[in-house]
């Protein structure tokens, strides 16, 4: 099974090129095809994807910082393999979790697979605005949607390929995730749930995510349950 790794990077320059090595590192027997948009950054993370990345895998650049979703979506289309695996340029997940997180696929009992840091008790917590924003999010998501999801605003999702582009995504920026979510939940799919670990980072080490997102991401949760 081909994945392709989509990783969206804005000014990730102190990150990436430890990301990217993890990445290969600790998967070194699995069919990867790397996809790095640079997303407008004005650091060195262009040269930093083009030195890192290996054989196989694409360095793609937005001239203008257009969102987290618009990265995404540039690397959907240009991704080859059969399932994709959003994976963020800096080090608050492991890409030692990737076998876990495709097992369900191998075992062809899933369509989609989330990475829950909800489900790891020894995991760190961002702020305590991010955590209990977190917690909120998931249970806005099952009363509005009837699902059981523990994290939904984790970075780690993981969908066949055909059917992320079946989507027919619009998102820019952070709500790619509510977006995906909805659209998924909206179809009767489940979502299954890997537990994974995560090392959380602060807005000085470089987190970009702001209480404004939070309040979008209900938002796109609710015009979705009933609209488009």
């Known amino acids: 099974m081909k994945v392709s790794v989509l990783i969206p990077a804005f000014n990730e320059s102190r990150t990436l090129a430890s990301c990217l090595e993890a990445v290969y590192g600790r998967n070194p027997d699995r069919d990867l ?3 790095v948009v640079d997303d407008g950054s004005t650091d060195g993370t262009h040269a930093a994807a083009k030195a890192a990345i290996r054989p196989g895998g694409k360095v793609l650049k937005h001239e203008r910082n257009s969102g987290k979703g618009a990265a995404i979506r540039t690397a959907l289309a240009a991704a080859t393999g059969d ?5 963020d ?4 997940y492991d890409p030692g979790d990737y076998a876990a997180l495709l097992k369900p696929f191998e075992e ?13 008790a020894e995991n760190g917590r961002s702020s305590s605005a991010y955590y209990w924003g977190g917690v909120f999010l998931s249970w806005w998501t099952n009363v509005l949607y009837g699902s059981s999801i523990t994290d939904e605003a984790t970075c ?4 066949r390929t055909p059917l ?8 820019t920026g952070f709500e790619f995730c509510p977006e995906a979510t909805a659209k998924i939940l909206r179809r009767g799919l489940r979502i299954v749930e890997v537990p994974v670990s995560y090392q959380p980072r602060s807005a000085a080490d470089g987190k970009k ?6 309040v979008v991401h209900c938002w796109v949760l609710l015009r979705l349950r009933w609209g488009s």
């Open 164 to 171: 992320l582009r079946s989507l027919d995504l619009t998102c």
């Open 209 to 214: 995510i702001r209480w404004h997102d939070g």
């Open 33 to 35: 095809e790397v996809i």
């Open 156 to 159: 780690y999702k993981l969908f």
């Open 108 to 120: 062809g009992r899933a369509e989609v697979v989330y990475g829950s840091r909800n489900r790891v």
């Open 89 to 92: 340029a800096d080090l608050e």
């Open 83 to 87: 399932v994709v695996l959003i994976q």
